[in-house]
Nanobody, 127 residues
C-alpha cells in the first residue's frame, strides 16, 4: 500500500502561483492530481504516467497552459505548478496514484482508476 502526502496548499490572490507537492511512500508509476470544490464532484486535473522509459502527460483541457505537472521518480514525488490562479481554482487538491501504467490506452481521468489517495491540501484563491 502506497501512502501519498500532499503539501504546498494555501491562500493566494488571483493571478498568483502555487506549487503543490506530493510524496509517495513507494513507487507509483501513475500519479495524478484531482481537485474538489465544495458541493462539486472530484475533478481531474492532470496525470503523469511513467512508462519505464518516458513520462506521458494528460491534462484537463480547461487547465492546459496554466497548470504543469512534473515528477521526480528518484524521490517518488510529483509536483503541480499552478499559475495565473483564479477564484474558481479554489478547491481541495488531491494527489492520486496507481501501480498500472497503461499510458497508451488510458488517460486516468476518472477517480476510479486510482488505488491510492492523499488526504488533500486546500487551495484558496481570493479575488
Amino acid at each position: 500500500q502506497v501512502q501519498l502526502v500532499e503539501s504546498g496548499g494555501g491562500l493566494v490572490q488571483a493571478g498568483g502561483s502555487l506549487r503543490l507537492a506530493c510524496t509517495a511512500s513507494g513507487r507509483s508509476d501513475t500519479m495524478g492530481w484531482f481537485r474538489q470544490a465544495p458541493g462539486k464532484e472530484r475533478e481531474f486535473v492532470v496525470v503523469a504516467i511513467w512508462s519505464g522509459i518516458s513520462t506521458y502527460y494528460y491534462y484537463a483541457d480547461s487547465l492546459k497552459g496554466r497548470f504543469t505537472i512534473s515528477r521526480d521518480n528518484a524521490k517518488n514525488m510529483v509536483y503541480l505548478q499552478m499559475n495565473s490562479l483564479k477564484p474558481e481554482d479554489t478547491a481541495v487538491y488531491y494527489c492520486a496514484g496507481d501501480q498500472s501504467r497503461l499510458y497508451n490506452s488510458r488517460t486516468y481521468s476518472s477517480p476510479t482508476e486510482y488505488d491510492y489517495w492523499g488526504q488533500g491540501t486546500q487551495v484558496t484563491v481570493s479575488s
